[in-house]
Every structure is written in structure tokens, then in C-alpha cells.
């Protein structure tokens, strides 16, 4: 821990709340060259695979009837007391590679399966790295709507998800997530992706 | 809070820790068709504007010598215990708008003044809304890198930051990034911004 770290770490990091999911850490740091103390707090998940990223964010357009959609999720997100849309995304089990809990994470929250896995990111990517350590990798599928398997959809959801799927035409995500952006919370990777595809097609 | 919500919220929600600058929550609540009581706990910023995003997170392009780069940030991140690379972002400060934020973020983490705003993003976007109640704006600027302001740059940093100022070629941000992704963490809005455009480029 804290291997490369520019700070002074000025003592051991306290764990200061041990809560069922979550904890909270407190660090005490100071500049090399300064003497004034500071103190960095973040959040840290309880039970997570050290080796991997915490989670798979699954991005997947779905082909049907020559026309093709990302498949996005909108859901109430107790956190921030509103609705969010994001990508289907979920945590990596104990033991289950990152592309099968994608596959998995897909399948449970949107009845939908996959296809064909065009990429899966390397590494860990920070999601809000000034609060916490969360980390994830991001995979991207390809779905067959006119497949057998992609027609009579039935999600897996527990206990704490309520999720409803939103398909938006690829051409069309930018111009859709600012028509709602004022009233639901757009996910910034959702918000993102589709500012770079904006980018691509016009400030090149 | 809580308006809309699907669930049936059990208790008032009890904040379980309270620091310097994050709190913990906790809320009790079961869906309505269940009798399974659930424990949903999130971290929330102690001190943000309730109106605003918390922060503002800048896409800028510099221009110069005829090329285009992505400014990006290298920073070591002490709730990651690690190196991560991120786009400009900071907190809005109280009375400040999205957009005077954006561009003082920039100047003080990179040095560079922005001399187009090309788009700011309205509504709040969640950063990672199964952990956090944390939203961001996202602003796209362009920074003329011939302009005489942009030529003896210096940061302007607070006493919890070391930035190190990374400029990628457009065209190359991808490569760059899956070149570094297994060395840095690299931040999930510059991974998914550079899968955009690549997905513009090539998968349309």
C-alpha cells in the first residue's frame, strides 16, 4: 500500500468505519515539502477480490431488424434518492472471470445474452478515485435481437435492484441523454461515452 | 429525498459516520413485494452546494504547431494508493458556476487558459451512484496552445496535490491508453471517452 505515494504518510491509515459493505479509511499526509498536515478520507468496499477490478461495466449495442440500440438500464439509485441510467454493470464474484461476470451481469439485468465480446479492458479503471478505491473494467458485446435466445427476455434481479431497460438507437444516444439529462441522473460513462462518439464524428 | 422512490424506505435514513469531509449512510428498505429487509450504505460529501454537481470534470483539446492533444492529469491518488489518469476536475465552489469552475480547475491543475467553451453538460451526472450521491458536470473546451497565455505555464496546486500534465494526440488517446492501463489507473471517463470515439470511427 502507498508504494510510489509523493505524500508523506504521517501514520498508519485508521480504518474509522466499519460499516456491513463499506468502510471509511482516514490517511494522515503532508507534502514533502510542506509541514501542514492533511487528511485524505475515503470509502473502500468490504468484500471485494484484491487481484481484480471491483466490477464489470458492460457496454452493448444490440442488432435487431437491421437497426442497432445500446442497451442501457434506468434504475432508482438509493445513494444519490434518484433515478440513474447506466450501463448494466455489476461486481466480479469470487473466483468468475471478469468477461463471465459481464456476460452474467448483462443476462440478470437485462434478459439479455451475448454474442460476441468485442473488447475488455486491461488493468483497473478509477471510477471516483479522490473517494474511493473502487475500481472496474469495461467490456463491450455485441447482442443478436433476432436470436432465439434474445426474444423472450426474463431478468435475474435481487433483492435490492429494480431495473427498467431502455434501448436508445446508437446514432441517437447523444441527442436522447440531453433531452433527459435534467431529469434523471445520466451516468457519467454513459454521458462520456457518448461525447466521444460526438467527437469523433465532428471535431476531428 | 426519496421522491419516486420504488422501495419501501423502513427507517429515517441514519447517518452511521460522520468526518471531515465525508459522511456515511445507511438506509433500511425492502421492495414492496418482499419482506427481505436490505441495508443499502453510501458516502456523501459534507460539504457541496445541493443545487450543483459537486464538481466539474473539463475535456480540453489543446491546439498547437498544427496538432491536437487531450489534456489529461497524472496524479497519485491516496484513496487508490496509486498513480491515475484523469481528466482536469475539481468541486464547484459555493456561488461559482459550472463553467468559471471549469476553467479555474484547468488553469490551476494544468496551467492552461481555455479560450473556447465548447459545450457544458446540464444536470447532474452520478460518478458512481451504487456507492455515492457524488455528480459532476462535464465542460469541453478548446485551449489555443500558440496563444501567449499558454506559454509559460504554471499550476497553481493545494497542499493534497502533486499533477504531473500529460498530453496525448487525439488520434492516439486509445493506443496511449491501453499501452498504460495495466502500469496506471486509468480514470473510467478517459477510458470510456476514448472507446466512444473509437466506436464512432470504426463500429458504426
Chains 1, 2 share one sequence.
Not at 437497426?67 to 468468475?96: D, H, V, W
Not at 431529469?183 to 460513462?189: F, I, Q
Amino acid at each position: 500500500m502507498f508504494a510510489g505515494c509523493p505524500f508523506k504518510i504521517l501514520e498508519k491509515p485508521k480504518f474509522v468505519y466499519d460499516g456491513k459493505w463499506l468502510k471509511m479509511r482516514e490517511v494522515r499526509f503532508r507534502k514533502c515539502d510542506s509541514s501542514q498536515e492533511q487528511v485524505w478520507e475515503s470509502v473502500h468496499r468490504r468484500r471485494v477480490p484484491q487481484s481484480k477490478p471491483d466490477a464489470v461495466v458492460v457496454f452493448a449495442t444490440l442488432h435487431r431488424d437491421g437497426k442497432k440500440y445500446f442497451i442501457l438500464i434506468k434504475q432508482y439509485r438509493i445513494p444519490m434518492s434518484g433515478m440513474c441510467l447506466e450501463f448494466p454493470a455489476g461486481l466480479i464474484e469470487e473466483g468468475e472471470t471478469i468477461e463471465a461476470a459481464g456476460l452474467r451481469e448483462l443476462k440478470e439485468e437485462t434478459g439479455y445474452t451475448a454474442t460476441k465480446i468485442l473488447s475488455c479492458t486491461k488493468g483497473k479503471q478509477s471510477l471516483s478515485p479522490d473517494l474511493a478505491d473502487e475500481s472496474i473494467s469495461i467490456m463491450m458485446v455485441e447482442v443478436d435481437g433476432d436470436a432465439p435466445e434474445n426474444k423472450n427476455l426474463k431478468q435475474d434481479l435481487d433483492d435490492g435492484e429494480i431495473i427498467e431497460v431502455v434501448l436508445v438507437e446508437c446514432e441517437k444516444l447523444l441527442s436522447y441523454i440531453e433531452f433527459i439529462c435534467t431529469e434523471v441522473y445520466v451516468d457519467s460513462m454513459v454521458y462520456t461515452f457518448a461525447l466521444g462518439m460526438n467527437y469523433a464524428q465532428h471535431f476531428r
